[in-house]
């Protein structure tokens, strides 16, 4: 019987969770729980300078977030515990000693400033610089004199020949064993490398599949001879393509953000992410079929079906299928999102009373969510709900309050407002429909000047659904001002035209 499926997702924590970090994740994930296998995360720490505890925590919040649980790992522990390579050090110094015995791996004193040195050399004969053996062979005294002030790295003894190894997406791919260069896999602080570290740990772990992202094809040879090396067998490989920019280059913040954490905090909803993670790269077979659940995913998804070219990220696409998932997301849901951004942005309710701060957002939610690609647009775009003053756009402030009868149409809808005991959005109608049919006019010539008295936007949701939340005494008071500013440019307008007489 084929061995059950173990994946693992092995981040470094460097940095915030990329996109393509989050996306390997997934994928592992899917096909942990397509084959009813194990997932289990392990974090790369060993390069100690460059780890940090937050990214961690950003690692273990993104993968919650996408809800990517994991089975073994940090947090949930397991059977091959500990979880972190930083805490395993005496488990790698075992089998590095090991190679060492086997004579499979040798110690090696050049210090980096030599080896630089060499390596100018050699590049000045126009010779290409790999590692030239010198401590392959160095005599018992000659190394009990360097190992008097110097700690020695531990190099492999690359064998000649070449190495070929099966990737699920490309098929065989062979490297030439000259290119490898005899690469260290104990640095002389004690701490192993990615390659050896990797292995090793693939092998305790029982990892069956290694599904990881592309950039590392060119380790995946190596760690193959440290697999045989080791007399260990050597897993599956599947290198997924990278996540470039729509201009083909590495993703960054010029093509939307590159960090997971960017948009959970903006409101984007992670079945939109988890859906949208997926599709990149991955061919579903419905070509049509844009919107996949977490459970069609799991059931379609299979390696094969994973492009071997870079996948795009396509901003407007997320953005379309967010919206999407926004229109189908439960208001209390959605006004909880709304919420904390407006504590992150620091909009504090008016009054002390938190039920009516609530019932206000959830209104506010209600008038947006037909418009909007994620929570936090609410605020970029609506941000007269939250603000007492209303910023005017120049250019729409002329168009459309220096129009004339704009500032008497206001004033006539403000005082007919002012009249009524209910502001709601028949009420507000109402006052429109038979303003707009005394004056003869169309009504648009009320709609337009009240929403930009009232929002300093041109568009947004339906004027009366926004003039009811804003409520009766926030309409006049804006009105109010807005008919004063026009009557304040229009004086500096006259003013500058007599001057200029
Ligand atoms: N620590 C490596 C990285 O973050 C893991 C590569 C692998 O999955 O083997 O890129």
């Known amino acids: 019987m084929a061995d059950k499926v173990r994946v693992r997702f092995a981040p470094s924590p460097t940095g915030f969770l990329h996109l393509g970090g989050a996306r390997t994740s997934l994928f592992n994930w899917v096909f942990a729980r397509k084959s009813n296998g194990t997932f289990i995360l392990r974090i790369e720490d060993t390069d100690a300078a460059r780890s940090n505890e937050e990214s961690v925590r950003a690692i273990l919040e993104g993968l919650s977030w996408l809800g990517l649980c994991w089975d073994e790992g940090p947090v949930v522990s397991g059977p091959h515990e500990p979880y972190f390579q930083s805490e395993r050090r005496p488990i790698y110094h075992q089998y590095a000693r090991r190679l060492l015995q086997k004579r499979l791996a040798y110690q090696c004193y050049c210090s980096p400033e030599e080896l630089a040195q060499r390596k100018e050399e050699s590049l000045a004969h126009g010779d290409n610089w790999r590692y030239d053996r010198r401590c392959l062979s160095l005599a018992e005294e000659n190394r009990e004199v360097l190992a008097r002030d110097r700690k020695p790295v531990l190099r492999f003894l690359v064998p000649d020949g070449e190495t070929s190894l099966v990737d699920m997406l490309r098929g065989t791919v062979t ?32 990892i069956t599949h290694v599904i990881r992202g592309d950039d590392h094809l060119s380790n995946t040879p190596r760690q193959v001879l440290l697999y045989q090396a080791l007399d260990f ?84 696409k997320l953005n379309w ?48 969510k037909p418009r909007i690609h994620y929570v936090a647009q609410i605020v970029e775009d609506g941000r007269y709900f939250f603000e007492e003053t209303v910023d005017y756009d120049p250019p729409v402030f002329r168009k459309v309050l220096l129009e004339p009868g704009a500032r008497e149409r206001l004033e006539k809808s403000r005082e007919r407002i002012s009249e009524l005991e209910n502001v709601t959005i028949e009420s507000l109608e109402s006052v429109v429909r038979s303003l707009s049919e005394e004056q003869g006019v169309a009504a648009a010539k009320f709609i337009h000047p009240l929403r930009v008295a009232t929002s300093g936007k041109k568009g947004g949701p339906g004027l009366f659904e926004m003039l009811e939340i804003l409520g009766k005494d926030r309409i006049l008071i804006r009105i109010a001002r807005a008919i004063e500013q026009i009557l304040t440019a229009k004086l500096s307008e006259e003013g500058g035209a007599s001057l200029s007489l």
């Open 233 to 316: 067998p050597v897993p599956r490989f599947a290198h997924i393509p990278m996540i470039l920019g729509k201009d083909k280059t590495r993703l960054s913040k010029r093509h939307g953000s590159p960090s997971l954490a960017d948009y959970r905090d903006k409101g984007y909803l992670p079945e939109a992410m988890f859906n949208y993670l997926a599709r990149l790269s991955w061919a579903s077979g419905e070509e049509e079929q844009e919107i996949f659940s977490r459970e069609e995913i799991i059931d379609r998804f299979s390696l094969d079906r994973v492009a071997r070219h870079a996948a795009v990220f396509d901003l407007d």
């Open 321 to 368: 299928m967010n919206g999407y998932y926004i229109r189908e997301a439960d208001e209390e849901r959605l006004t909880d999102l709304l919420l904390s951004i407006l504590k992150r942005e620091g909009i504090k309710p008016p009054g002390d009373q938190p039920d009516d701060w609530r019932k206000y957002c959830r209104q506010v939610v209600r008038a947006m």
């Open 175 to 206: 490297f030439q064993n000259t290119e490898l260069d005899d690469f260290v896999i104990e640095k002389s602080d004690g701490f192993p490398t990615y390659n050896f570290a990797c292995v090793v740990d693939d092998v305790l772990m029982g």
